[in-house]
Protein backbone atom coordinates (compact mmCIF):
# COMPACT_ATOMS: atom_id res chain seq x y z
CA UNK A 1 0.00 0.00 0.00
CA UNK A 2 1.19 3.29 -0.94
CA UNK A 3 1.48 5.97 2.42
CA UNK A 4 3.28 8.80 -0.13
CA UNK A 5 6.71 9.32 -1.33
CA UNK A 6 8.10 12.36 -0.12
CA UNK A 7 11.86 11.87 -1.56
CA UNK A 8 13.53 9.17 -3.42
CA UNK A 9 15.85 6.34 -1.30
CA UNK A 10 18.77 8.08 -2.56
CA UNK A 11 17.76 11.24 -1.60
CA UNK A 12 16.43 9.70 1.87
CA UNK A 13 19.85 8.74 3.03
CA UNK A 14 21.47 10.27 5.99
CA UNK A 15 25.55 11.23 5.99
CA UNK A 16 27.29 8.57 7.15
CA UNK A 17 28.79 8.52 11.24
CA UNK A 18 32.67 6.85 11.51
CA UNK A 19 31.67 6.62 15.17
CA UNK A 20 28.01 5.98 17.99
CA UNK A 21 26.34 9.21 18.56
CA UNK A 22 24.41 8.29 21.65
CA UNK A 23 23.22 11.89 22.48
CA UNK A 24 20.12 11.97 19.29
CA UNK A 25 16.55 12.38 20.54
CA UNK A 26 14.83 9.32 20.92
CA UNK A 27 11.39 8.99 18.87
CA UNK A 28 8.27 9.05 20.22
CA UNK A 29 5.92 5.81 21.09
CA UNK A 30 2.29 4.97 21.47
CA UNK A 31 1.55 3.98 24.46
CA UNK A 32 1.80 7.39 26.12
CA UNK A 33 -1.27 7.79 28.29
CA UNK A 34 0.84 8.60 31.61
CA UNK A 35 2.51 11.25 29.49
CA UNK A 36 -0.77 13.08 28.50
CA UNK A 37 -2.11 12.60 32.13
CA UNK A 38 0.68 14.36 33.10
CA UNK A 39 0.21 17.28 30.40
CA UNK A 40 -3.66 17.95 31.02
CA UNK A 41 -3.96 16.35 34.23
CA UNK A 42 -7.43 15.04 35.40
CA UNK A 43 -9.11 15.37 32.40
CA UNK A 44 -7.39 12.05 30.72
CA UNK A 45 -7.57 9.88 33.64
CA UNK A 46 -10.58 8.49 32.07
CA UNK A 47 -9.61 8.89 28.09
CA UNK A 48 -9.96 5.10 26.50
CA UNK A 49 -6.65 4.23 25.68
CA UNK A 50 -6.32 3.50 22.15
CA UNK A 51 -2.60 4.37 21.62
CA UNK A 52 -0.70 1.47 21.60
CA UNK A 53 -0.94 -1.83 19.27
CA UNK A 54 -1.14 -3.98 22.10
CA UNK A 55 -3.90 -6.51 22.43
CA UNK A 56 -6.95 -4.75 24.45
CA UNK A 57 -7.94 -8.34 25.79
CA UNK A 58 -4.73 -9.41 26.80
CA UNK A 59 -3.82 -12.96 27.65
CA UNK A 60 -4.96 -12.97 32.10
CA UNK A 61 -2.38 -13.02 34.67
CA UNK A 62 -2.46 -15.28 37.32
CA UNK A 63 -1.23 -14.93 41.04
CA UNK A 64 2.36 -16.37 41.39
CA UNK A 65 4.73 -17.22 43.86
CA UNK A 66 6.52 -14.49 45.83
CA UNK A 67 9.65 -16.68 45.52
CA UNK A 68 10.05 -15.56 41.82
CA UNK A 69 11.16 -12.41 42.93
CA UNK A 70 13.67 -13.38 45.00
CA UNK A 71 15.33 -16.16 42.53
CA UNK A 72 17.71 -15.15 39.86
CA UNK A 73 16.62 -15.90 36.42
CA UNK A 74 16.98 -19.52 34.33
CA UNK A 75 15.35 -19.05 30.98
CA UNK A 76 15.58 -23.00 30.07
CA UNK A 77 11.82 -23.83 30.93
CA UNK A 78 11.05 -20.77 29.17
CA UNK A 79 13.13 -21.83 26.34
CA UNK A 80 11.56 -25.66 26.41
CA UNK A 81 8.16 -23.87 25.74
CA UNK A 82 9.18 -21.41 23.29
CA UNK A 83 10.35 -24.09 21.35
CA UNK A 84 7.09 -25.55 21.19
CA UNK A 85 5.09 -22.51 20.71
CA UNK A 86 7.33 -20.98 17.99
CA UNK A 87 8.46 -24.58 16.54
CA UNK A 88 12.29 -23.90 16.81
CA UNK A 89 14.42 -22.93 20.02
CA UNK A 90 15.01 -19.24 20.46
CA UNK A 91 18.36 -18.28 19.91
CA UNK A 92 18.23 -15.83 22.97
CA UNK A 93 15.85 -14.05 24.60
CA UNK A 94 16.14 -10.26 25.70
CA UNK A 95 14.21 -7.58 27.54
CA UNK A 96 11.48 -7.42 24.80
CA UNK A 97 12.25 -7.41 21.31
CA UNK A 98 13.51 -3.71 21.44
CA UNK A 99 16.19 -5.50 23.49
CA UNK A 100 17.53 -7.53 20.19
CA UNK A 101 17.27 -4.35 18.17
CA UNK A 102 19.42 -2.44 19.86
CA UNK A 103 22.05 -5.47 20.16
CA UNK A 104 22.20 -6.31 16.73
CA UNK A 105 24.21 -2.63 15.54
CA UNK A 106 27.03 -3.26 17.79
CA UNK A 107 27.28 -7.07 16.81
CA UNK A 108 27.02 -6.54 13.11
CA UNK A 109 29.00 -2.97 13.44
CA UNK A 110 32.57 -4.44 12.74
CA UNK A 111 32.14 -8.11 11.93
CA UNK A 112 31.54 -7.33 7.99
CA UNK A 113 34.27 -4.96 7.87
CA UNK A 114 32.33 -2.39 5.14
CA UNK A 115 33.48 0.80 4.92
CA UNK A 116 30.22 2.00 3.47
CA UNK A 117 27.52 0.63 6.44
CA UNK A 118 24.43 1.38 5.23
CA UNK A 119 20.86 -0.16 7.14
CA UNK A 120 17.59 0.09 4.90
CA UNK A 121 14.63 0.18 6.90
CA UNK A 122 11.06 1.24 6.62
CA UNK A 123 9.89 4.93 5.56
CA UNK A 124 6.72 4.18 7.79
CA UNK A 125 7.00 1.79 10.69
CA UNK A 126 8.88 1.18 14.08
CA UNK A 127 11.21 4.42 14.44
CA UNK A 128 13.23 2.67 17.38
CA UNK A 129 15.12 0.64 14.65
CA UNK A 130 16.46 3.36 12.20
CA UNK A 131 17.33 5.46 15.46
CA UNK A 132 19.13 1.91 16.75
CA UNK A 133 21.77 1.53 13.66
CA UNK A 134 21.90 5.55 13.63
CA UNK A 135 23.20 5.49 17.33
CA UNK A 136 25.99 3.11 16.61
CA UNK A 137 27.11 5.09 13.48
CA UNK A 138 25.26 3.17 10.18
CA UNK A 139 24.16 4.92 7.45
CA UNK A 140 20.13 5.02 7.46
CA UNK A 141 17.88 4.99 3.72
CA UNK A 142 14.67 4.47 3.33
CA UNK A 143 12.29 2.24 1.37
CA UNK A 144 8.84 2.60 0.62
CA UNK A 145 8.25 -0.90 -1.35
CA UNK A 146 10.02 -3.64 -0.36
CA UNK A 147 11.01 -4.94 -3.91
CA UNK A 148 13.32 -1.81 -3.74
CA UNK A 149 15.57 -3.56 -1.49
CA UNK A 150 16.84 -5.69 -4.35
CA UNK A 151 17.82 -2.90 -6.66
CA UNK A 152 20.84 -2.10 -3.77
CA UNK A 153 23.23 -2.93 -2.02
CA UNK A 154 23.23 -2.83 1.97
CA UNK A 155 24.97 -4.03 5.05
CA UNK A 156 21.63 -4.91 6.70
CA UNK A 157 17.79 -4.50 5.85
CA UNK A 158 15.16 -4.55 8.25
CA UNK A 159 11.67 -5.49 7.45
CA UNK A 160 8.62 -5.43 9.64
CA UNK A 161 6.12 -8.01 9.28
CA UNK A 162 3.54 -7.53 9.20
CA UNK A 163 4.49 -3.50 9.34
CA UNK A 164 3.17 -1.20 12.18
CA UNK A 165 1.72 1.03 11.38
CA UNK A 166 0.93 0.55 7.43
CA UNK A 167 -0.09 -3.02 8.05
CA UNK A 168 2.00 -4.20 5.02
CA UNK A 169 2.45 -7.69 4.41
CA UNK A 170 5.53 -9.32 2.91
CA UNK A 171 5.07 -12.36 0.67
CA UNK A 172 7.04 -15.28 1.22
CA UNK A 173 8.46 -15.43 -1.90
CA UNK A 174 9.45 -11.57 -1.74
CA UNK A 175 11.37 -12.59 2.13
CA UNK A 176 12.30 -15.46 -0.15
CA UNK A 177 14.41 -12.99 -2.97
CA UNK A 178 15.08 -10.96 -0.30
CA UNK A 179 17.39 -13.39 2.10
CA UNK A 180 18.91 -14.53 -1.38
CA UNK A 181 20.16 -11.33 -1.86
CA UNK A 182 21.35 -10.64 1.47
CA UNK A 183 23.03 -14.00 1.12
CA UNK A 184 24.51 -12.75 -2.34
CA UNK A 185 26.15 -10.01 -0.79
CA UNK A 186 27.38 -11.31 2.59
CA UNK A 187 25.04 -8.83 4.24
CA UNK A 188 21.73 -9.43 6.87
CA UNK A 189 18.14 -9.28 6.98
CA UNK A 190 16.68 -8.10 10.00
CA UNK A 191 12.95 -9.55 10.27
CA UNK A 192 10.90 -7.74 12.94
CA UNK A 193 7.88 -10.40 13.64
CA UNK A 194 6.56 -8.41 16.49
CA UNK A 195 2.33 -8.78 15.25
CA UNK A 196 2.76 -11.81 13.34
CA UNK A 197 1.57 -14.07 16.63
CA UNK A 198 -2.15 -12.61 15.36
CA UNK A 199 -1.50 -14.10 11.76
CA UNK A 200 0.31 -17.04 12.70
CA UNK A 201 0.47 -18.60 9.22
CA UNK A 202 2.42 -15.72 8.10
CA UNK A 203 5.53 -16.39 10.16
CA UNK A 204 9.25 -16.67 8.01
CA UNK A 205 9.68 -19.33 10.90
CA UNK A 206 7.21 -21.61 9.47
CA UNK A 207 9.21 -21.29 6.11
CA UNK A 208 12.22 -22.46 7.70
CA UNK A 209 11.58 -24.91 9.97
CA UNK A 210 13.46 -28.06 9.78
CA UNK A 211 16.16 -25.96 8.22
CA UNK A 212 19.21 -24.16 9.36
CA UNK A 213 18.48 -20.70 9.54
CA UNK A 214 21.09 -19.01 7.66
CA UNK A 215 24.02 -16.31 8.74
CA UNK A 216 22.39 -13.29 6.85
CA UNK A 217 18.80 -13.79 8.99
CA UNK A 218 17.46 -12.40 12.47
CA UNK A 219 13.91 -12.72 13.04
CA UNK A 220 12.41 -11.25 16.49
CA UNK A 221 9.37 -11.80 17.98
CA UNK A 222 7.64 -10.78 21.00
CA UNK A 223 4.60 -10.87 23.32
CA UNK A 224 3.93 -7.33 24.00
CA UNK A 225 1.30 -7.64 21.14
CA UNK A 226 -1.07 -10.47 20.86
CA UNK A 227 -0.68 -11.43 24.02
CA UNK A 228 -0.58 -8.20 25.24
CA UNK A 229 2.59 -8.47 27.88
CA UNK A 230 4.38 -5.48 26.70
CA UNK A 231 5.23 -4.66 30.77
CA UNK A 232 6.45 -8.10 30.88
CA UNK A 233 9.62 -7.53 28.40
CA UNK A 234 10.24 -10.47 27.09
CA UNK A 235 11.64 -11.03 23.36
CA UNK A 236 12.82 -13.69 21.08
CA UNK A 237 15.18 -13.74 18.25
CA UNK A 238 15.93 -16.88 15.86
CA UNK A 239 19.39 -16.81 13.87
CA UNK A 240 22.33 -18.88 12.89
CA UNK A 241 24.53 -20.69 15.79
CA UNK A 242 27.22 -18.67 14.65
CA UNK A 243 25.60 -14.93 16.44
CA UNK A 244 24.10 -17.14 19.55
CA UNK A 245 26.98 -16.37 21.83
CA UNK A 246 28.10 -13.19 20.89
CA UNK A 247 24.84 -11.83 21.11
CA UNK A 248 23.75 -13.53 24.81
CA UNK A 249 27.14 -11.90 25.85
CA UNK A 250 25.90 -8.40 24.32
CA UNK A 251 22.56 -9.56 25.99
CA UNK A 252 23.75 -10.04 29.12
CA UNK A 253 23.43 -12.93 31.93
CA UNK A 254 19.80 -11.89 33.17
CA UNK A 255 18.13 -9.60 30.95
CA UNK A 256 14.44 -10.97 31.99
CA UNK A 257 13.32 -10.94 35.23
CA UNK A 258 12.35 -14.58 36.95
CA UNK A 259 8.26 -13.43 36.79
CA UNK A 260 8.22 -12.18 33.36
CA UNK A 261 10.14 -16.10 32.59
CA UNK A 262 7.16 -17.75 34.51
CA UNK A 263 4.58 -16.08 33.36
CA UNK A 264 5.39 -16.15 29.33
CA UNK A 265 6.09 -19.48 29.73
CA UNK A 266 2.41 -20.12 30.91
CA UNK A 267 1.16 -17.48 28.46
CA UNK A 268 3.14 -20.09 25.65
CA UNK A 269 1.14 -23.21 27.22
CA UNK A 270 -2.08 -21.44 27.41
CA UNK A 271 -3.15 -22.90 23.79
CA UNK A 272 -6.87 -22.77 24.49
CA UNK A 273 -6.36 -19.20 25.17
CA UNK A 274 -4.39 -18.43 22.11
CA UNK A 275 -7.11 -20.37 20.05
CA UNK A 276 -9.87 -17.95 21.66
CA UNK A 277 -7.97 -14.71 21.59
CA UNK A 278 -7.35 -15.54 17.05
CA UNK A 279 -11.46 -16.23 17.03
CA UNK A 280 -12.00 -12.83 19.33
CA UNK A 281 -10.01 -10.52 17.48
CA UNK A 282 -12.11 -12.15 14.15
CA UNK A 283 -15.22 -11.08 16.39
CA UNK A 284 -14.16 -7.53 17.46
CA UNK A 285 -12.51 -6.30 13.84
CA UNK A 286 -16.29 -7.26 12.46
CA UNK A 287 -17.69 -5.35 15.29
CA UNK A 288 -14.98 -2.50 14.02
CA UNK A 289 -15.79 -2.40 10.83
CA UNK A 290 -19.49 -2.03 11.08
CA UNK A 291 -19.97 0.32 13.66
CA UNK A 292 -17.01 2.25 14.02
CA UNK A 293 -15.03 2.72 10.63
CA UNK A 294 -18.55 4.91 8.79
CA UNK A 295 -17.96 7.07 11.69
CA UNK A 296 -13.72 7.76 11.89
CA UNK A 297 -13.93 8.00 7.98
CA UNK A 298 -16.40 11.17 8.23
CA UNK A 299 -14.13 12.32 11.02
CA UNK A 300 -10.73 11.43 9.16
CA UNK A 301 -12.30 13.19 6.01
CA UNK A 302 -10.33 10.07 5.01
CA UNK A 303 -11.37 6.30 4.02
CA UNK A 304 -7.73 5.59 3.26
CA UNK A 305 -6.94 3.04 5.85
CA UNK A 306 -5.94 -0.31 6.42
CA UNK A 307 -7.04 -3.25 8.68
CA UNK A 308 -4.75 -4.84 10.53
CA UNK A 309 -5.71 -7.90 13.37
CA UNK A 310 -4.65 -5.46 16.37
CA UNK A 311 -5.01 -2.22 14.81
CA UNK A 312 -6.30 0.27 11.94
CA UNK A 313 -4.48 2.97 10.70
CA UNK A 314 -6.16 6.02 8.46
CA UNK A 315 -3.98 8.16 6.32
CA UNK A 316 -4.65 11.50 6.05
CA UNK A 317 -4.00 14.51 3.47
CA UNK A 318 -1.51 16.41 5.72
CA UNK A 319 0.12 16.23 8.98
CA UNK A 320 -1.70 19.54 10.27
CA UNK A 321 -4.84 18.04 9.68
CA UNK A 322 -4.19 14.56 11.50
CA UNK A 323 -2.90 16.56 14.31
CA UNK A 324 -6.21 18.53 15.15
CA UNK A 325 -8.56 15.80 14.57
CA UNK A 326 -6.10 13.75 17.30
CA UNK A 327 -6.75 16.95 19.47
CA UNK A 328 -10.80 16.53 18.69
CA UNK A 329 -10.59 13.03 19.89
CA UNK A 330 -9.15 13.99 23.44
CA UNK A 331 -11.94 16.34 23.17
CA UNK A 332 -14.30 13.48 23.86
CA UNK A 333 -12.22 10.82 25.67
CA UNK A 334 -10.35 8.80 22.91
CA UNK A 335 -6.11 8.60 22.71
CA UNK A 336 -4.84 7.41 19.63
CA UNK A 337 -1.69 7.13 18.10
CA UNK A 338 -0.45 10.26 16.09
CA UNK A 339 1.95 9.56 13.17
CA UNK A 340 2.95 12.23 10.34
CA UNK A 341 -0.21 11.98 8.21
CA UNK A 342 -1.49 8.87 10.14
CA UNK A 343 -3.43 8.28 12.72
CA UNK A 344 -4.02 4.63 14.32
CA UNK A 345 -5.85 3.12 16.52
CA UNK A 346 -6.23 0.08 18.58
CA UNK A 347 -8.65 -2.69 18.10
CA UNK A 348 -10.65 -2.09 21.07
CA UNK A 349 -12.29 -4.74 23.51
CA UNK A 350 -15.53 -6.05 22.88
CA UNK A 351 -16.82 -4.33 26.25
CA UNK A 352 -14.84 -1.10 24.97
CA UNK A 353 -16.64 -0.59 21.63
CA UNK A 354 -19.83 0.90 23.24
CA UNK A 355 -17.86 3.71 24.88
CA UNK A 356 -15.93 4.17 22.02
CA UNK A 357 -19.20 4.31 19.64
CA UNK A 358 -20.75 6.48 22.05
CA UNK A 359 -17.24 9.19 21.97
CA UNK A 360 -18.08 9.23 18.39
CA UNK A 361 -21.46 9.96 18.18
CA UNK A 362 -20.38 12.81 20.78
CA UNK A 363 -17.81 13.93 18.58
CA UNK A 364 -20.01 14.24 15.54
CA UNK A 365 -22.81 16.26 16.93
CA UNK A 366 -20.36 18.64 18.48
CA UNK A 367 -19.30 19.51 15.16
CA UNK A 368 -22.34 19.70 13.72
CA UNK A 369 -21.57 17.90 10.70
CA UNK A 370 -22.88 14.90 9.05
CA UNK A 371 -21.10 15.16 5.80
CA UNK A 372 -17.72 14.29 4.66
CA UNK A 373 -15.39 16.74 4.97
CA UNK A 374 -17.08 19.11 7.41
CA UNK A 375 -14.60 18.52 9.77
CA UNK A 376 -11.81 20.01 7.65
CA UNK A 377 -13.69 22.72 7.03
CA UNK A 378 -14.20 23.16 10.66
CA UNK A 379 -10.39 23.09 11.35
CA UNK A 380 -9.45 25.21 8.45
Not at 71 to 81: F, G, K, N, S, T
Not at 99 to 124: C, N, T
Request: charged residues 20%.
Amino acid sequence: MSVGVKSSVADSASNIVNGPNLESTPPKHGGDLAYWQRKVGSLALNWLDLSSACNREPWPIPAIAPSLWMDLPDQADLLDEAECYFGRRPNAIGAGSQHIIESLPPLLRDHKGFIRQRVFVPRIGYQEHAFAWQKWGFEIAYYDALEELLEHKWSVAVVIQPNNPTGEIASAMTLSRLMTHAEQQGTSLVVDEAFIDACPELSLLNHQRGLDLSESLFVMRSVGKFFGLAGARVGFVFCAKKWQVMLRNLLGPWPVATPSLHLVRLAFADKAWQFQALQGLKVRQAAFVERVIPKFNTIFDSQDYVLSPLFITWFLDSDEYAAQVFEMLHQVGVHTRLGDGWIRVALPALDEMDALNSALIRLLKTAGGQTQGFFRGQLA
